[in-house]
Each structure stands twice: as C-alpha cells, then as structure tokens.
C-alpha cells in the first residue's frame, strides 16, 4: 500500500519560514518523479513545484519562484519544499504527490498517481 505522508506546516508570520517534508512508503521512490501542490479554500488546487526522479531537474509556479526550494533525499524516501519570505497569499493545504515515471508536464495536477492527505500552512499578515 503507497503511503505519501506529508509534515511541517503550521502557523507562521509573513516573512517567515517553513519547511515541508514528504516521506512516501510501499514505492520504489526513484521512479516517481514527486510535486507538491496546494489548495486554498474556495479554490482549485494548484502546482507549487516538482522534481525529476534523480532530484537535478526541478520546476516552480511563477509566484514561488526564488522563495521556495524543492529537494529530494532518495535514500529517506522524502522530497522537502523550503519556503521563504512567506506571504499571506500562500496560505494553503499543501500536499506531495507522486508521478510513475513522470518527466514532462508535472505540473498538470491529473498526472499524478498517489497523493499524501496534506498539511496545513497559515501565514498570518
């Protein structure tokens, strides 16, 4: 059974920073490539970012672009999403997600396989 949990949000002030964690279980890890993806209340949920299966190649939504960093630990089964200078705007249910094999388009929310049950980010202005 594919298990993708996800760690790390909270409640944070602008400005501040979080890191989120992703660990995934009952998969063989290098062959996913892993995104991250929020959603706000009353919105569809959205790509953030994503990272090829060997971690060199990484992708990012415009908005987050210099302020949050997608990384991957094989050997911890876990991707991580650093986010910087962070605004009320980002406020958000975040979640990882897992695409088999996936190399383009990975920021099209129905490619994905496996979804974790997400994690909580407030950033209160």
């Known amino acids: 059974q594919v298990q993708l949990v996800e760690s790390g949000g909270g409640l944070v002030q602008a400005g501040g920073s979080l890191r989120l964690s992703c660990t995934g279980s009952g998969l063989t890890f290098t062959w996913y490539a892993m995104g991250w993806f929020r959603q706000a209340p009353g919105k569809e949920r959205e790509f953030v970012a994503a990272?090829?299966?060997?971690?060199?190649?990484?992708y990012y939504q415009d908005s987050v672009k210099g302020r949050f960093t997608m990384s991957r630990d094989n050997a911890k089964n876990t991707v991580y999403l650093q986010m910087n200078s962070l605004k009320a705007e980002d406020t958000a249910v975040y979640y990882c997600?897992?695409?088999?094999?996936?190399?383009?388009?990975?920021?099209?929310?129905?490619?994905?396989?496996?979804w974790g049950q997400g994690t909580q980010v407030t950033v209160s202005s």
């Open positions: 990272v090829g299966w060997s971690g060199e190649i990484t």
């Open positions: 997600a897992a695409d088999f094999r996936g190399l383009y388009g990975l920021d099209n929310v129905n490619r994905y396989d496996y």
